[in-house]
T-cell receptor, first 117, second 112 residues
Framework: NAGVMQNPRHLVRRRGQEARLRCSPMKGHSHVYWYRQLPEEGLKFMVYLQKENIIDESGMPKERFSAEFPKEGPSILRIQQVVRGDSAAYFC???????????????FGEGSRLTVL | GQNIDQPTEMTATEGAIVQINCTYQTSGFNGLFWYQQHAGEAPTFLSYNVLDGLEEKGRFSSFLSRSKGYSYLLLKELQMKDSASYLCAVRDGPGGYNKLIFGAGTRLAVHP
């Protein structure tokens, strides 16, 4: 009964490199959400995906950031040419199909902590 | 726009009761959530309100007034392990859309 799995848990990159963060949702969940959390701040919504579809990317920076959730495999959040300001914890959350059958709470992974040197 | 406000920090004594307030102004409303987050860990779900009133769950209760855009989380019989951040979040999307908008969180410190 694995929960939401994220890896890597910690990632260090130099400015200009690429960061790839992976998220496997809970079993039976088909909706994935990515959030960013800066130190001492709340969770900021980035993107909402279903399998092979981006549903809402209103929180994604316009450049350097992209996300995907392929038919097979985990969801990937990709940050190209990282800068120091990208240093943050990136949390992935999942939920079952969008129905009103339950409260619809999100289940969060442990996060990936990106440090840009 | 989206605005969710909660106090930045609170302190309380072990065994006491604490109330954490949250006010919100969002373009839509389809439920309010409270999450607990210990430092360096994942947020975990505490409570959910969609109708006005009080929802009780053990030592934790959550209240909602939709007309006032207001919620609170009540923690009773505080324990040291309750020291954490408490995040208020609103689901503002259409029916079944589970995107949550979070406040900045309230850091609660419980002292002996």
């Amino acid at each position: 009964n694995a929960g939401v799995m994220q890896n890597p848990r910690h990632l260090v990159r130099r400015r200009g490199q690429e960061a790839r963060l992976r998220c496997s949702p809970m079993k039976g969940h088909s909706h994935v959400y990515w959030y960013r959390q800066l130190p001492e701040e709340g969770l900021k919504f980035m993107v909402y995906l279903q399998k092979e579809n981006i549903i809402d990317e209103s929180g994604m920076p316009k450049e350097r950031f992209s996300a995907e959730f392929p038919k097979e495999g985990p969801s990937i959040l990709r940050i190209q040419q990282v800068v120091r300001g990208d240093s943050a914890a990136y949390f992935c959350a999942s939920s079952p199909k969008d129905r009103w059958a339950n409260t619809g709470e999100l289940f969060f992974g442990e996060g990936s902590r990106l440090t840009v040197l | 726009g989206q605005n969710i406000d909660q106090p930045t920090e609170m302190t309380a004594t072990e065994g006491a009761i604490v109330q954490i307030n949250c006010t919100y102004q969002t373009s839509g409303f389809n439920g309010l959530f409270w999450y607990q987050q210990h430092a360096g860990e994942a947020p975990t779900f505490l409570s959910y309100n969609v109708l006005d009133g009080l929802e009780e769950k053990g030592r934790f209760s959550s209240f909602l007034s939709r007309s006032k855009g207001y919620s609170y989380l009540l923690l009773k019989e505080l324990q040291m392990k309750d020291s954490a951040s408490y995040l208020c979040a609103v689901r503002d999307g259409p029916g079944g859309y589970n995107k949550l908008i979070f406040g900045a969180g309230t850091r609660l410190a419980v002292h002996p």
